[in-house]
T-cell receptor, first 115, second 108 residues
């Protein structure tokens, strides 16, 4: 079974530019989560999809962040326009079914640097 | 609000036993999970406790006390490959709150 994949692995952009991160969860996993880790700090919850629906997006920092999950498969996280404080590692994770989310499978992350 | 506290760094020697503590304050609680992350890698699931007590999985054990809002991860017979960051995470149904991670350094 293929694991969670994320693209790109690294992205360096200038302040004000747009970046789109992609996550492909494990096939058949209904739950998809986005997290962000700023160096040395906690892995912070951003949002949670169940299939194609946003279940909880209370962790999204502001309206510069937009997440979508087309057809309940892959997900994208767009940052527009990017600010310096958006730098960090963005992780995506998936789990099998609603209510069974405690065992999450994480992707390797996308390291975003905004200069 | 939600907060989880765990030590930032722990050092131990190969073959020893180490305990990584996690205390939490959350508005809702379903369970406590532990994840391991090697440098540059993806966090990987280690264990989950929904009820009080000790769960054992090979060299790793995890403990939870809901009344004390406290848990720990116990690593036995430490190996060099156990050098990594360890995160505790509290789940409130499908929402998760992670700690800042404990960097474990295993020395020969």
């Amino acid at each position: 079974e293929a694991g969670v994949t994320q693209f790109p692995s690294h992205s360096v952009i200038e302040k004000g530019q747009t970046v789109t991160l992609r996550c492909d969860p494990i096939s058949g996993h209904d739950n998809l989560y986005w997290y962000r880790r700023v160096m040395g700090k906690e892995i912070k919850f951003l949002l949670h999809f169940v299939k194609e629906s946003k279940q909880d997006e209370s962790g999204m920092p502001n309206n510069r962040f937009l997440a979508e999950r087309t057809g309940g498969t892959y997900s994208t996280l767009k940052v527009q326009p990017a600010e310096l404080e958006d730098s960090g590692v963005y992780f995506c994770a998936s789990s099998r079914s609603y209510g069974d989310g405690y065992e999450q499978y994480f992707g390797p992350g996308t390291r975003l640097t905004v200069t | 609000g939600q907060s989880l506290e765990q030590p930032s760094e722990v050092t131990a020697v190969e073959g020893a036993i180490v305990q990584i503590n996690c205390t939490y304050q959350t508005s809702g609680f379903y369970g406590l999970s532990w994840y391991q992350q090697h440098d540059g890698g993806a966090p990987t699931f280690l264990s989950y406790n929904a009820l009080d007590g000790l769960e054992e999985t090979g060299r790793f054990s995890s403990f939870l006390s809901r009344s004390d809002s406290y848990g720990y991860l116990l690593l036995q017979e430490l190996q060099m490959k156990d050098s990594a960051s360890y995160f505790c995470a509290v789940s409130n149904f499908n929402k998760f709150y992670f700690g800042s991670g404990t960097k474990l350094n295993v020395k020969p």
